[in-house]
């Protein structure tokens, strides 16, 4: 009984002593940083060049327009070294043949999401690298074919991803370039056979219509190269965009130029809570500069 009172004593005497130095330790007061939201949006309009042997031997050539928007972010855990990017791009295609006599449709969809780890290694300019994840599809249509008028398109992938940014004065308007390349590395995408209908893919015959992509068959870059001009809170942002695709399966080639000009507006945005308002002492972290 002696011992077992002698050990609660003891015991009650480290928790007041414990309770004690944690409470002796200055409290963090430093406010969580403030992470604006750099967003895109714009417009693109340019030329483009089809080539689907699923559908056609001949190459197509026409305008193409999309929808682009971007959007980064500095990363809640070591905010100052890592942002994220998330995109979403839809195009839309028309086409013809050499003869003028026959129309081919594209419309494609892109959305990925990355990480990169930023570097600064000199004034004004930003270097980050990294990779993402991407879903693609779409559809190629040609009215001209009569049992296989349309060729789908579908992949997801992992790419290698950064960005280039240099922000300077021309007279007195500031001005930020940036280029942005976007590179898949692996993954996976659908195709048919050669001839195969898609009623026969409807009616059950699912072998073989995904494949593994690598540089050999399926190959992609998205090299984007903008000039931000910015007259005050929210920035004129004009630039030009390349697209590369080229797939090989089964026997079918795919290939899908695009040339753009880009325009549209740009900003960083700061959501605020009214009832929590921002510390004046916050430090703000940019998510590209």
């Given at each position: 009984m002696k011992h077992t009172l002698i050990l609660t004593i003891a015991l009650a005497a480290w928790a007041l002593l414990t309770q004690a130095a944690h409470a002796s330790e200055p409290a963090d007061t430093t406010p969580p940083p403030l992470r604006p939201v750099f967003a895109a949006y714009t417009f693109e309009a340019g030329s483009s060049h089809l080539t689907d042997t699923y559908l056609t031997?001949?190459?197509?050539?026409?305008?193409?327009?999309?929808?682009?928007?971007?959007?980064?972010?500095?990363?809640?855990?070591?905010?100052?070294?890592?942002?994220?990017?998330?995109?979403?791009?839809?195009?839309?295609?028309?086409?013809?043949?050499?003869?003028?006599?026959?129309?081919?449709?594209?419309?494609?969809?892109?959305?990925?999401?990355?990480?990169?780890?930023?570097?600064?290694?000199?004034?004004?300019?930003?270097?980050?690298?990294?990779?993402?994840?991407?879903?693609?599809?779409?559809?190629?249509?040609?009215?001209?074919?009569?049992?296989?008028?349309?060729?789908?398109?579908?992949?997801?992938?992992?790419?290698?991803?950064?960005?280039?940014?240099?922000?300077?004065?021309?007279?007195?308007?500031?001005?930020?370039?940036?280029?942005?390349?976007?590179?898949?590395?692996?993954?996976?995408?659908?195709?048919?056979?050669?001839?195969?209908?898609?009623?026969?893919?409807?009616?059950?015959?699912?072998?073989?219509?995904?494949?593994?992509?690598?540089w050999g068959n399926y190959f992609s870059l998205d090299n984007l190269l903008t000039a931000d001009l910015h007259f005050g809170a929210t920035n004129l942002r004009l630039g030009y965009r390349c697209k590369v695709f080229s797939s090989e399966i089964n026997h079918i080639t795919t290939n899908i130029l695009t040339n753009s000009l880009v325009i549209g507006v740009s900003g960083e945005w700061l959501s605020v809570n009214p009832r929590r308002l921002p510390s004046s002492e916050a430090k703000l972290i940019q998510a590209i500069y």
């Open positions: 031997p001949l190459k197509y050539t026409g305008w193409h327009a999309g929808l682009d928007y971007m959007r980064y972010q500095a990363m809640k855990f070591s905010p100052e070294k890592w942002t994220m990017r998330l995109h979403a791009n839809l195009g839309l295609d028309r086409t013809q043949n050499p003869s003028g006599n026959a129309t081919m449709w594209a419309l494609m969809f892109d959305f990925d999401w990355g990480m990169m780890r930023r570097f600064n290694p000199a004034r004004g300019l930003t270097l980050a690298v990294g990779g993402s994840t991407s879903i693609q599809a779409g559809c190629l249509y040609n009215s001209r074919n009569g049992n296989n008028p349309a060729s789908a398109k579908g992949a997801w992938t992992v790419n290698l991803t950064g960005y280039a940014a240099y922000r300077l004065n021309i007279g007195r308007l500031p001005v930020t370039f940036m280029y942005q390349p976007t590179l898949p590395v692996t993954g996976i995408f659908f195709a048919p056979d050669y001839g195969e209908l898609y009623y026969e893919i409807y009616l059950g015959d699912h072998s073989g219509l995904v494949h593994g992509a690598w």
